[in-house]
């Protein structure tokens, strides 16, 4: 039996409304400002949220003496399309030289990695 259900997924980052608006862009929903952080609603899947965190430190990928934190894996249809989407959208490439694998790993404007999966 579980003790709890997955509520949202909250980022920290120094910028909440910027980095709210970067995934609104990328996955669609409205970005909604509540006290204290911004919530991304109206979206498929786990809820996203977004706090300030005072003296923010983007994670490293790869990094071998520290850890990413955490990713989101996106699925899409056409990686090269996604791909030219989300560097418009403000992202930035960390890997994605092997254009024969099924994903790519990109940093949103606050640094959090995250994949486009053509899983």
Same mark, same amino acid.
């Given at each position: 039996m579980a003790v709890a259900t997955l509520g949202a997924v909250v980022l920290d980052c120094p910028d909440p409304t910027?980095?709210?608006?970067f995934y609104a862009g990328l996955l669609g929903g409205k970005v909604e400002q509540q006290e204290g952080w911004v919530d991304l609603t109206g979206i498929t899947g786990?809820?996203?949220?977004?706090?300030?965190?005072?003296?923010?430190?983007?994670?490293?990928?790869?990094?071998?003496?520290?850890?990413?934190?955490?990713?989101?894996?996106?699925?899409?249809?056409d990686l090269d399309a996604a791909e030219r *989407?989300?560097?418009a959208?403000?992202?930035?490439?960390?890997?994605?030289?092997?254009? *024969?694998?099924?994903f790519?790993?990109?940093?949103?404007p606050a640094g959090h990695p995250f994949c486009l999966c053509a899983c």
């Open positions: 910027a980095l709210a608006n786990t809820p996203l949220a977004f706090q300030a965190a005072p003296g923010f430190v983007p994670p490293q990928w790869p990094r071998p003496d520290g850890s990413q934190q955490f990713h989101l894996d996106l699925t899409v249809p *989407e989300v560097l959208l403000g992202a930035t490439v960390l890997e994605a030289d092997d254009r *024969e694998r099924t790519r790993v990109y940093a949103d």
